[in-house]
T-cell receptor, first 112, second 110 residues
């Protein structure tokens, strides 16, 4: 009964490849996020979707494309992976009633 | 715009020591304030929160008080344990998104 789940947990791939990370929440929340956490633990928001609509799109290369097929899912597709994309990517969700965000366990992406 | 500044780590303490991690914020209006904790290999989880001035959030022996006059939300614990070793993030929620501080890594030595 995991609240926010992500797959895969680890992803190792070569430069130039295309990969996807999936996120699902069963909390009934209407807003979902993607964050990137670097090696120094700094968290950077990338995208936010509310009711399947993109509401936050920070300065992120357009190689990154989020997709929200429904309110419970927010996937992240990355084209032409680069070494600098290596990081831990976290999905999170919230609602206006919840105030706080609930985080998934993270996906550690390593680009070789 | 809104911002959060927290003390840089790492912070290293002995077990049973008193802990303070400073956090100050800049915000328009009346944001909600949070402390999140990230244990090794895990995602962030909410530790405590406060939604208005003078509110005190508390959980697992940790406390923080929303001080509007000093725009601060410092995290304290009277007696830390080895299991408290983690990265701690101060955060605020304004209108539509949460702003996180840069995180403070805490090491507790037995």
């Amino acid at each position: 009964d995991t609240a926010v789940s992500q797959t895969p947990k680890y992803l190792v791939t070569q430069m130039g490849n295309d990969k996807s990370i999936k996120c699902e929440q069963n909390l009934g929340h209407d807003t979902m996020y993607w964050y990137k956490q670097d090696s120094k633990k700094f968290l950077k928001i990338m995208f936010s979707y509310n009711n399947k609509e993109l509401i936050i799109n920070e300065t992120v290369p357009n190689r990154f494309s989020p997709k929200s097929p429904d309110k419970a899912h927010l996937n992240l597709h990355i084209n032409s992976l680069e070494l600098g994309d290596s990081a831990v990517y976290f999905c999170a969700s919230t609602s206006s009633a919840a105030l706080e965000q609930f985080f998934g366990p993270g996906t550690r992406l390593t680009v070789l | 715009g809104n911002s959060v500044t927290q003390m840089e780590g790492p912070v290293t303490l002995s077990e049973e020591a008193f802990l303070t991690i400073n956090c100050t914020y800049t915000a328009t209006g009346y944001p909600s304030l949070f402390w999140y904790v990230q244990y090794p290999g895990e995602g962030l989880q909410l530790l405590l929160k406060a939604t208005k001035a003078d509110d005190k959030g508390s959980n697992k022996g940790f406390e923080a008080t929303y001080r509007k006059e000093t725009t601060s939300f410092h995290l304290e614990k009277g007696s830390v344990q080895v299991s408290d070793s983690a990265v701690y993030f101060c955060a605020l929620r304004g209108d539509d998104k949460i702003i996180f501080g840069k995180g403070t890594r805490l090491h507790i030595l037995p």
